[in-house]
């Protein structure tokens, strides 16, 4: 219960913390990055300080969110992720594989640490840093020295780099069609020569902005086509 009597939904500096890490990591993961911005009206509620990593994990997806925190709200292990944002791509590999290794003692103090241990009543899942494999997916880091690691879920991080080839893959798709392809009557987008299969020998330069022509043909809609600069 905070301030006004506001009860927060997701509550930052306690155990909630890890509930909220797991969302936002599984988003990721799964290729739902468009749930983030509900995911962050929930610890938003209630008006508490935002988190250095979670912050850091949305920011790609969710816009407007300001200046990002330089501490996370649970210091263990989280907190070291903050400095593979931060450091160069070579040595991100070598970071991520020592937050691997410290990661489960580092963990000592998070409510599933030793749940193997706690018996039949409680529901043992295993133990995964879901947040390494999210950050090392958002960052194109190269997993190969820690991939194999006891507590590195592979198999969704293959999954989320794989969902997001195909994103930019359909998204560079379709800026080439747009600048490679014009009808008649619209804009040129891209100075350079270009050519129509509605009339033989029809090679001709363009400047951008220039209007695209019609020209007579079979071939009814005149569609230009850029061939090179």
């Not at 925190?69 to 160069?88: G, I, M, N, W």
């Amino acid at each position: 219960m905070l301030g006004g009597g506001l009860l927060a939904h997701i509550t930052l500096g306690d155990d909630d913390y890890w509930h909220a890490i797991r969302l936002t990591s599984w988003a990721i993961l799964f290729g739902r990055s468009s749930e983030l911005p509900r995911l962050c009206r929930l610890w938003d509620y209630a008006n508490q300080p935002l988190d250095g990593l979670l912050e850091r994990m949305v920011a790609p997806f969710v816009s407007g969110r300001g200046v990002l925190p330089d501490e996370c709200t649970r210091h263990l292990p989280y907190f070291k992720l903050l400095k593979v944002f931060s450091a160069a791509p070579e040595v991100r590999p070598a970071l991520m594989a020592q937050y691997m290794d410290d990661w489960y003692e580092a963990s000592r103090r998070e409510p599933y640490y030793r749940s193997h241990t706690k018996g039949r009543e409680h529901n043992f899942l295993g133990y995964w840093s879901f947040e390494a494999a999210a950050v090392s997916v958002l960052l194109d880091i190269d997993d190969s020295g820690y991939r194999d690691h006891e507590f590195y879920p592979k198999d969704m991080a293959d999954f989320g780099r794989a969902h997001k080839l195909a994103q930019e893959g359909d998204a560079g798709e379709s800026t080439r069609d747009l600048r490679l392809r014009v009808e008649a009557g619209q804009p040129c987008p891209r100075e350079g020569e270009w050519e129509t299969p509605a009339q033989a020998n029809s090679r001709r330069r363009f400047k951008q902005g220039d209007v695209m022509p019609s020209v007579e043909g079979d071939y009814g809609q005149t569609i230009w086509q850029w061939v090179n600069d």
